[in-house]
């Protein structure tokens, strides 16, 4: 069963970091390029970074860009989300989201069940 | 920057037939692909369109999806509605590096 199961989030103060991770099983990793996207409470789906699928392209939101970064670890099927300098608008569900091709960005075929991240003092 | 707008709710009787906008704010929709996600509440987001108009497997046929270029646009169109087709629906396509959805569209069957 294809499978992604994201772990990390958490309450958090302004301008402290987190790292969220995504664990994949299922299919062949190091196949396809990897997402995050986020959905702030009661709002709408937006992408936040994109990772193709040998780390060569990489592609942030600006929303977000010079405080994340997203990295992958083939070996281990994993991904990862570095945030730094949190904000309180960065409060959301974060989806880890996998593409079905090797580049991006594109679109996505499968996706986490999310892991909360709440930014406040 | 690229955009997407959808509009933010539609409503339709079970039976009927319920069509969704989502409209390129610049260049040309058909540059690239568009895909439609369905998220149900409490659950996450499932593709129900990709590549402008292919349904993945499980799919039924009642969804469709297309693109007119003449007014920079993509629709999302579901027939014989059902109650459990009810949900938000989300356009998304990219441009250069990043990745674009539309705003949202809430779909209420009654």
């Known amino acids: 069963e294809v499978q992604l199961v994201e772990s990390g989030g958490g309450l958090v103060q302004p301008g402290r970091s987190l790292r969220l991770s995504c664990a994949a099983s299922g299919f062949t990793f190091d196949d396809y390029a990897m997402h995050w996207v986020r959905q702030a409470p009661g709002k709408g789906l937006e992408w936040v970074s994109g990772i193709s699928w040998n780390s060569g392209s990489i592609g942030y939101a600006d929303s977000v860009k010079g405080r994340f970064t997203i990295s992958r670890d083939n070996a281990k099927n994993s991904l990862y989300l570095q945030m730094n300098s949190l904000r309180a608008e960065d409060t959301a569900l974060y989806y880890c989201a996998k593409s079905p091709v090797r580049t991006i960005p594109y679109a996505f075929d499968i996706w986490g069940q999310g892991t909360m991240v709440t930014v406040s003092s | ?110």
């Open chain 2, 1 to 110: 920057n690229f955009m997407l707008t959808q509009p933010h709710s539609v409503s339709e009787s079970p039976g009927k037939t319920v069509t969704i906008s989502c409209t390129g704010s610049s260049g040309s929709i058909a540059s690239n692909y568009v895909q439609w996600y369905q998220q149900r509440p409490g659950s996450a987001p499932t593709t129900v369109i990709y590549e402008d108009n292919q349904r993945p497997s499980g799919v039924p046929d009642r969804f469709s999806g297309s693109i007119d270029s003449s007014s920079n646009s993509a629709s999302l169109t579901i027939s014989g509605l059902k109650t459990e087709d009810e949900a938000d629906y989300y356009c998304q396509s990219y441009d250069s590096s990043i990745v674009v959805f539309g705003g949202g569209t809430k779909l209420t069957v009654l």
